[in-house]
């Protein structure tokens, strides 16, 4: 049993970790066969942005990263010599209403500026490009508009929902070509 338990610990550490990268755009067999000409030249605008454009990584969170989230995502644009889009976007301070609302607000881009200055400043170290953007509003939405915006963005890295097994975070990366934004 012991020798199970050594070859566990052997494992990549960031195995939990899936990425995949998003498919490039193609055109539609239906918008060619049909003589669509506005929406297949508005594809091959999207191919060629695609494909002469800087890679980007889209780096969501709630108003902070993870340490596990942060190593990753700025290991994984140096290693690819990539830019960060570092979007930090919520909906909880919609659920009040009033003063309240504009407080929780105002609380949610204090703590995201704060704790993106730490992320900045890791990243200036790596010589990491970060652009940041904060929203109020669904996590799913922000990511799907803001990648449908930016041909660029190949990788989404989003915080982990749950604790993998034996307690190894894991942080979902989602392919925007199959994903269901």
């Known amino acids: 049993m012991a020798f199970l338990d050594w070859l566990r610990a052997k494992k990549n550490k960031d195995h939990d970790v899936k990425v995949?990268?998003?498919k490039e755009e193609s055109i539609g067999i239906g918008e060619m066969a049909a003589?669509?000409?506005t929406g297949a030249a508005a594809a091959i605008k999207r191919m060629m942005d695609q494909k002469n454009g800087p890679t980007k990584i889209l780096v969501?969170?709630?108003g902070c990263y993870s340490n596990k989230l942060s190593d990753y995502s700025l290991k994984m644009a140096q290693r690819l010599d990539c830019a960060i889009v570092a979007l930090n976007v919520s909906d909880a301070p919609l659920q009040f209403t009033g003063?309240?609302?504009?407080a929780e607000i105002a609380l949610f881009?204090?703590?995201?500026?704060?704790?993106?200055?730490?992320?900045?400043?890791?990243a200036?170290?790596?010589?990491?490009?970060?652009?940041?953007?904060?929203?109020?509003?669904d996590q799913e939405k922000a990511i799907s508009e803001l990648s449908a915006k930016d041909p660029g963005i190949r990788y989404v890295l989003t915080e982990p929902e749950h604790q993998g097994e034996e307690g190894r975070v894991q942080i979902p990366v989602f392919d925007?070509?199959?994903s269901r934004l």
């Open 35 to 37: 003589g669509h000409p």
């Open 20 to 22: 995949v990268k998003v």
């Open 60 to 62: 969501v969170g709630d």
């Open 109 to 122: 881009y204090e703590k995201a500026e704060k704790n993106l200055e730490k992320y900045i400043e890791r």
């Open 99 to 102: 003063e309240k609302k504009e």
């Open 176 to 178: 925007l070509a199959c």
């Open 124 to 137: 200036d170290s790596m010589a990491v490009d970060v652009v940041h953007i904060m929203e109020i509003g």
